[in-house]
């Protein structure tokens, strides 16, 4: 008997991504990993918003003016000091608003500059955030009951 050998070559496996290697994690810490990329996101969508504010109305050619970079890092900040924690929702549909006065009024500014340009600028960041937005609906109720067990 002859005996052949097969050569076989193997194809270079896929990259696994992030969402397939969740869905093999129990249930609680899927949804604790969720819920920090949740948070890494956010901090992308408003460094995104920030630069498209920054070219758009501080003509910065690339990176952050002082300014912007500044608003920045304290947005940075906020969230990372936010009371809900991994239960973050958008600060828009936040019981609790934690920015002060003046820089409340920059972010918005922000927002209303480079909110409908993100669409054209960063479409998936787009979408995510008003998904994000739609999921926070429906936490809001028991937010609040958080916030109420917390200051009893």
């Known amino acids: 008997m002859k005996v052949e050998t097969i050569k076989t070559t193997f194809a270079k496996k896929p990259k696994q991504d992030d969402n397939a290697i969740l869905l093999l994690l129990p249930g609680n810490f899927r949804d604790k990993m969720n819920d920090v990329k949740r948070i890494k996101t956010e901090k992308l969508i408003i460094r995104q918003l920030i630069e498209v504010y920054c070219r758009g109305v501080h003509h910065s050619p690339s990176g952050l003016c002082d300014e912007c970079q500044d608003l920045y890092r304290y947005t940075l900040e906020r969230i990372d000091k936010c009371f809900f ?3 973050k929702p958008t600060c828009q549909n936040c019981p609790v608003h934690c920015y002060g006065k003046e820089r409340k009024q920059q972010v918005i ?7 409908p340009k993100m669409p054209y600028k960063h479409p998936l960041s787009a979408i995510i955030h008003v998904r994000n937005k739609i999921i926070d609906r429906k936490k809001i109720p028991g937010l609040l009951v958080m916030l109420k067990q917390r200051n009893k």
């Open 109 to 115: 500014k922000v927002m209303r500059y480079a909110g």
């Open 85 to 87: 924690g991994i239960d």
